[in-house]
């Protein structure tokens, strides 16, 4: 036949060989049983459901009139074809296309690779089963994601050179809309088994291939996990093929069955302490957001939430999937009733701990008028306060975008939770946050850490190599905290990679292509260090091309009290204590402190009030002597001068003041003044430069000395 460029070939008929018996045990019965699967799946007939090759030119025809739009396809044409040929015209796909796109960089395939662990670990046995019968027939056999990017392949070595040439291989996505009518793409369009054969094919470079695909799916609720296809050349054709992917998709979601009966028995096992308790109602739920068990009365206190949840119906809560970061949880959920089921240090499970109904109808009414949902990607934040509604907002909206974003605020405030807030709702979510302090860390080892280097690099360098943070965050988030502090030399560099988008490790010739979102922080004044020599101006207007202000907590009203809640309620459940009753003398206490060290001494704070008191109720006595004695200093006690907060104006005279307090209430220790300002030392020797305050530390030490003769 001729196909559209005038080009000459023969049909080949069928291929004789039969399918693997021994390895795999597919029998002449199982493929029976296999292809009365596929009549049962598609209730169609034969001459719908295979290809025929006698029929390549008549479909070839079809094919010309119907680029041209002259005519009727014609009966040679099968309906599946029909419609998947009208699906990409409507998708504007290019019919003269020769090949599919380019595959993945390595370091995104293997970290598609690792999202799609267990589908791998299924499937790998059973497609090396394959090996013998693909090698026979020319053909090859591929695994795919539901987005139809190809993860592994099997097959002939010789099938596997030809499909290099049209980019058959990992880390290329073969959808429809990429690669026209294909069995791998179409075969995730209908989900049904299809075989596609020669002149089938939509684009023209793929016409000289048939293939065959079969979708895979979830075992407990049928969700497409991916594809299983088997390829070759032309002349390969056999109708057998189709009831191979059947019979291996079938292995394979039995071998997933297997994995998820394991998995389910290891979490019961874990959570057991907590079904097995007389006064929490809990319900547990596994890593796909399935409830599988609960206990007590937690149907009848769900009701009391009026929580759309049905305990003898049980239906996927998808916020509370392991891998889910995006969903928000239902309205009537909190994230303080959550915990994680967690064996051997990975976690399995999350279980849902249900308050006391008399304790839900006190606390509803309020939180859901005062409380407003974060958008989604911060859900994790949590605020009452209008102002840090307003930032999240904005976060929320430039998270869509693709440019660099740089955090300023406080040490504490929270950075690094906005970061990650912008990474899950923006275009890189898919991809990994990495994220990397750049204070406290030496030249050198900040150098191999932003950028790896090769084996042999230099003397005590890790065989084999070290992939850097910046390479390890390709196609997703990299976060750089304390950007601030990063040594002159190196800046450069980094300013390099993101104006090239190339990286070079450390001893290394030949760049490596990478693609990531940059979000920076720090709680210095950038402008102030451009000049003041210490920060490149051109680095700055690449990491500050939009920037976020997060506000020190004791500028945000009404948090103190929504976090204390919050924190108790997750370290009474972490530390397996009961959930105590804060007096309202210790919240006002903890409202009116300062923060110095913002959310995160706040969080700590509570976590040491939670194990240090004793009984069902956190009092005065509970409180950490810093804040006890959290009153202002006067001149008589200590000869530094302190400026009331109310009277600056700027924050880096905030931040000099809440360090020098910190010296005098510490006596000169800079080791105690870096933990109580929950910073690393080698900042704090920093701001010590910034602000002039060696002087302070000198006189306070001396009046230590004095006291102790």
Same mark, same amino acid.
């Given at each position: 036949?001729? #196909?559209?460029?005038?080009?000459?070939?023969r *049909?080949?008929?069928?291929?004789a060989?039969?399918l693997?018996i021994?390895?795999?045990q597919?029998?002449?019965?199982?493929?029976e049983?296999a292809?009365?699967?596929i009549?049962?799946m598609?209730g169609?007939s034969?001459?719908q459901r295979f290809?025929?090759?006698?029929? #390549?030119a008549?479909?070839m025809a079809?094919?010309e009139?119907?680029l041209?739009?002259?005519?009727?396809?014609g009966?040679?044409?099968?309906?599946l074809?029909e419609g998947s040929?009208?699906r990409c015209?409507?998708?504007?796909?290019?019919?003269d296309?020769?090949?599919a796109p380019p595959p993945l960089?390595?370091?995104?395939?293997?970290s598609l690779?690792?999202?799609?662990?267990?589908?791998?670990?299924?499937?790998a046995? *059973?497609?090396?089963?394959?090996r013998d019968f /693909?090698?026979?027939?020319?053909?090859v056999?591929?695994l795919a994601?539901?987005?139809c990017?190809i993860?592994?392949?099997?097959?002939?070595t010789?099938?596997?050179?030809?499909a290099e040439?049209i980019h &058959?291989l990992p880390g290329?996505?073969?959808?429809e809309r990429?690669?026209g009518?294909?069995?791998?793409g179409t075969?995730?369009a209908?989900g =049904?088994?299809v075989q596609? %054969?020669?002149a089938e094919?939509y684009c023209a470079g793929?016409?000289r291939?048939?293939?065959s695909?079969m979708?895979i799916?979830h075992p407990?609720?049928?969700?497409?996990l991916g594809?299983?296809?088997?390829?070759g050349?032309s002349?390969?054709?056999?109708?057998?093929?189709?009831a191979?992917? $059947?019979t291996t998709a079938?292995r394979i979601?039995?071998r997933?069955?297997?994995r998820e009966?394991?998995l389910?028995?290891?979490? &019961?096992?874990?959570?057991?302490?907590?079904?097995s308790s007389?006064?929490?109602?809990?319900?547990l739920?596994?890593r796909?957001g399935?409830p599988i068990?609960a206990n007590?009365n937690?149907?009848?206190?769900l009701?009391?939430l009026?929580?759309?949840l049905d305990?003898?119906r049980?239906?996927? *809560?998808?916020?509370l999937?392991l891998d889910?970061?995006l969903t928000?949880?239902p309205p009537w959920m909190?994230? =303080?009733?959550?915990?994680?089921?967690?064996?051997?240090g990975?976690?399995?499970g999350t279980l849902?701990?249900?308050?006391?109904?008399a304790l839900?109808?006190?606390r509803?009414?309020p939180?859901?008028e005062? !409380?407003?949902?974060p958008?989604?990607?911060?859900e994790?934040i949590i605020t009452?306060?209008?102002?840090?509604?307003?930032?999240?907002?904005k976060a929320?909206q /430039?998270?869509s975008?693709?440019?660099p974003v740089?955090l &300023?605020?406080?040490?504490?405030?929270?950075?690094?939770?906005?970061a990650?807030?912008?990474h899950?709702a923006s275009p890189?979510?898919?991809g990994?946050?990495?994220?990397?302090?750049?204070?406290?860390?030496s030249?050198?080892l900040?150098?191999s850490e932003l950028?790896?280097?090769?084996?042999?690099?230099?003397t005590g360098?890790r065989?084999g190599g070290l992939i850097?943070k910046?390479?390890?965050?390709?196609?997703?988030?990299l976060f750089l905290?304390e950007?601030g502090e990063?040594p002159?030399d190196?800046?450069? %560099?980094?300013l390099?990679?993101l104006?090239?988008g190339?990286?070079?490790?450390l001893?290394?010739?030949?760049?490596?292509?990478?693609?990531?979102?940059? $979000?920076?922080?720090?709680?210095?004044?950038?402008r102030?260090e451009?000049?003041a020599?210490?920060f490149?101006m051109?680095?700055y207007?690449?990491?500050a091309v939009t920037?976020i202000?997060?506000?020190?907590l004791?500028?945000?009203?009404?948090?103190?009290e929504?976090?204390v809640q %919050?924190? &108790?309620?997750?370290?009474?459940?972490?530390h397996?204590?009961p959930?105590? $009753?804060?007096?309202?003398?210790?919240?006002?206490?903890l409202?009116?402190?300062t923060w110095p060290?913002n959310?995160?001494?706040l969080?700590?704070?509570v =976590?040491?009030?939670l194990?240090v008191c =004793?009984?069902?109720?956190l009092?005065l006595?509970?409180l950490p002597a810093?804040?006890?004695?959290?009153?202002?200093?006067?001149?008589d006690t200590?000869?530094?001068s302190?400026t009331p907060?109310h009277?600056v104006q700027?924050i880096?005279e905030?931040?000099?003041?809440?360090?020098?307090?910190t !010296?005098?209430?510490?006596?000169?220790?800079?080791?105690?003044?870096?933990?109580?300002?929950? !910073?690393?030392?080698?900042t704090l020797y920093?701001?010590?430069?910034?602000?002039?305050l %060696?002087?302070?530390?000198?006189?306070q030490r001396?009046?230590? /000395?004095s006291?102790?003769?």
């Amino acid at each position: 036949m001729a #196909d559209h460029h005038g080009h000459t070939s023969r *049909i080949h008929p069928p291929c004789a060989t039969v399918l693997p018996i021994a390895c795999c045990q597919q029998s002449s019965r199982a493929l029976e049983f296999a292809k009365e699967e596929i009549n049962a799946m598609t209730g169609t007939s034969d001459g719908q459901r295979f290809s025929e090759p006698g029929k #390549d030119a008549d479909v070839m025809a079809a094919w010309e009139r119907f680029l041209n739009g002259s005519g009727q396809a014609g009966d040679a044409l099968r309906s599946l074809v029909e419609g998947s040929w009208q699906r990409c015209r409507d998708h504007n796909v290019d019919p003269d296309k020769r090949s599919a796109p380019p595959p993945l960089t390595e370091s995104r395939l293997e970290s598609l690779r690792n999202t799609h662990d267990e589908l791998l670990r299924a499937s790998a046995p *059973i497609m090396a089963c394959a090996r013998d019968f /693909l090698a026979e027939t020319g053909t090859v056999m591929a695994l795919a994601d539901v987005n139809c990017t190809i993860l592994s392949m099997e097959g002939d070595t010789r099938t596997l050179g030809a499909a290099e040439n049209i980019h &058959l291989l990992p880390g290329v996505a073969w959808s429809e809309r990429i690669c026209g009518t294909n069995a791998i793409g179409t075969a995730l369009a209908v989900g =049904e088994p299809v075989q596609i %054969h020669s002149a089938e094919h939509y684009c023209a470079g793929i016409k000289r291939w048939t293939c065959s695909a079969m979708v895979i799916r979830h075992p407990i609720d049928g969700e497409t996990l991916g594809v299983v296809d088997v390829s070759g050349l032309s002349e390969t054709y056999n109708r057998q093929s189709l009831a191979l992917v $059947v019979t291996t998709a079938n292995r394979i979601e039995s071998r997933l069955t297997m994995r998820e009966t394991e998995l389910r028995l290891r979490l &019961l096992e874990a959570a057991l302490p907590n079904l097995s308790s007389t006064t929490d109602s809990v319900v547990l739920f596994d890593r796909r957001g399935y409830p599988i068990k609960a206990n007590g009365n937690a149907q009848a206190v769900l009701a009391s939430l009026d929580a759309d949840l049905d305990l003898s119906r049980p239906r996927r *809560i998808p916020a509370l999937a392991l891998d889910n970061s995006l969903t928000q949880l239902p309205p009537w959920m909190r994230a =303080e009733w959550l915990a994680p089921v967690s064996e051997r240090g990975e976690r399995i499970g999350t279980l849902l701990i249900l308050p006391l109904p008399a304790l839900v109808h006190r606390r509803s009414k309020p939180d859901r008028e005062e !409380i407003e949902r974060p958008p989604g990607g911060f859900e994790h934040i949590i605020t009452v306060d209008p102002g840090l509604k307003t930032v999240l907002r904005k976060a929320r909206q /430039l998270a869509s975008s693709r440019v660099p974003v740089l955090l &300023l605020g406080e040490t504490g405030v929270g950075k690094e939770e906005f970061a990650q807030g912008i990474h899950r709702a923006s275009p890189f979510s898919a991809g990994p946050f990495v994220p990397l302090n750049c204070g406290g860390l030496s030249r050198e080892l900040l150098a191999s850490e932003l950028f790896g280097y090769v084996d042999g690099a230099f003397t005590g360098a890790r065989r084999g190599g070290l992939i850097g943070k910046i390479e390890a965050a390709n196609g997703g988030t990299l976060f750089l905290d304390e950007i601030g502090e990063m040594p002159m030399d190196l800046q450069p %560099h980094l300013l390099r990679v993101l104006e090239h988008g190339e990286i070079y490790r450390l001893g290394e010739n030949a760049p490596r292509k990478t693609d990531f979102r940059l $979000v920076a922080a720090t709680n210095r004044d950038l402008r102030q260090e451009v000049a003041a020599g210490r920060f490149r101006m051109d680095l700055y207007y690449r990491v500050a091309v939009t920037s976020i202000r997060i506000p020190a907590l004791r500028d945000r009203q009404g948090d103190v009290e929504q976090l204390v809640q %919050h924190f &108790l309620a997750h370290f009474a459940e972490r530390h397996r204590k009961p959930l105590p $009753v804060i007096d309202h003398a210790v919240l006002e206490r903890l409202t009116a402190y300062t923060w110095p060290g913002n959310v995160r001494e706040l969080r700590n704070v509570v =976590e040491s009030m939670l194990l240090v008191c =004793e009984g069902p109720r956190l009092s005065l006595d509970c409180l950490p002597a810093e804040l006890e004695a959290d009153t202002p200093t006067t001149p008589d006690t200590h000869p530094a001068s302190v400026t009331p907060l109310h009277a600056v104006q700027r924050i880096s005279e905030v931040e000099a003041e809440l360090i020098r307090r910190t !010296i005098a209430a510490t006596g000169g220790n800079l080791t105690l003044t870096a933990s109580k300002l929950a !910073i690393a030392k080698s900042t704090l020797y920093q701001k010590l430069r910034d602000y002039d305050l %060696h002087d302070e530390v000198s006189a306070q030490r001396s009046l230590k /000395l004095s006291g102790q003769r």
